[in-house]
């Protein structure tokens, strides 16, 4: 810059949730789309039948989803259309998408961009599709929900049960082998990293699954079983078996979990309790 000139500066991001910022995360996402496809002219076609062909950032997942997910008897544009209605008539599921944009953006020191973590995080995708199955769910358009859970296992290896219930601002970091079960209830603003469990025990039925808290991070291949209660902000370390309540902003890792586990069979064996 000459000496001298002044430069603005860019001006802050809009307020998180509201359709402005909706508007302005689509904004960056189409320059971000627009700069690669400069710097990388083997992405260029891809760049723009993914991202810069489409008007929105609805239309453009919508079209990203339907390709991820379809199969020879489930059609792309079958697909495009089913998740096009029902992300443009719910705003609520498209502000949970910008949030959960924004959850890798800023959480993840591994993401460049939103629109690296629009095409290429297969957690952001499968939550997507999960949110819709879980819509169509609540629609009592069950079929259609548990075709939409098994290609989405089968497509990035996340298996969420459609009737789960997930808030906003998700980060599902690498994502592979994460399983949500039915009756689960998963807060706001919580990461989850891959080969995490959420489930039931197998000793019980009706609401037999873990309900995590805002604000959790549940590391790599955490195991949560049971209707227990993991507490906002609470931290559940890599590795870890959790089987009872987490309070709130604590840690719990394998080894408290393992202690507490090896102290019952000692119990058990000793004195038959
Ligand atoms: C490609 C990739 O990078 S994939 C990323 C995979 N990474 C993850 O999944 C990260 C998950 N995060 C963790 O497991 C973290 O270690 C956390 C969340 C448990 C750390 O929580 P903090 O409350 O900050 O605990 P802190 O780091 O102070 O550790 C406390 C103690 O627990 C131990 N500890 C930390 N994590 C674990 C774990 N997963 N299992 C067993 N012990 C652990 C520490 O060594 C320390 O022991 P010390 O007190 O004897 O020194
Ligand atoms: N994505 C996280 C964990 O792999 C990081 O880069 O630290």
Not at 7 to 20: A, L, M, N, T
Not at 81 to 107: E, K
Not at 246 to 259: E, K, N, Y
Request: charged fraction near 20%; aromatic fraction near 6%.
């Amino acid at each position: 810059m000459p000496a001298g000139e002044f430069r603005h500066p860019s001006p802050p991001p809009p307020p998180p949730g509201s359709e402005e910022e909706e508007r302005w995360v689509w904004a960056q996402i189409k320059a971000e789309a627009r700069r690669d496809a400069e710097a990388e002219p083997a992405l260029a076609s891809y760049l723009y039948s993914t991202i810069l062909s489409h008007s929105s950032l609805e239309r453009s997942l919508s079209f990203h989803l339907g390709n991820k997910l379809c199969s020879s008897t489930l059609l792309s544009t079958l697909l495009y259309d089913l998740f096009l209605n029902i992300f443009s008539t719910d705003a609520t599921l498209r502000s949970a998408t910008v949030a959960d944009l924004r959850a890798a953006r800023f959480r993840d020191p591994a993401c460049v961009s939103f629109s690296h973590c629009l095409l290429n995080y297969k957690g952001f995708l499968a939550c997507q599709a999960h949110r819709v199955a879980h819509k169509l769910w609540t629609q009592s358009r069950r079929p259609l929900a548990l075709a939409l859970q098994s290609r989405i296992s089968d497509v990035f290896s996340v298996d969420i049960h459609p009737a789960a219930k997930i808030g906003k601002g998700i980060l599902f970091d690498h994502a592979t082998g994460v399983v949500v079960g039915e009756t689960a209830v998963i807060g706001n603003n919580v990461s989850i990293l891959h080969h995490v469990t959420l489930g039931g025990t197998g000793k019980s039925g009706g609401d037999r699954h873990p309900k995590i808290g805002d604000g959790v991070l549940i590391g790599a291949g955490a195991t949560i079983l049971g209707n227990i209660k993991i507490g906002d902000g609470a931290k559940i370390g890599a590795g870890s078996v959790v089987l009872i309540d987490v309070p709130p902003r604590t840690t719990a890792i394998l080894i408290l979990c393992s202690v507490i586990l090896l102290l019952n069979r000692a119990l058990t064996i000793l004195f038959g309790v």
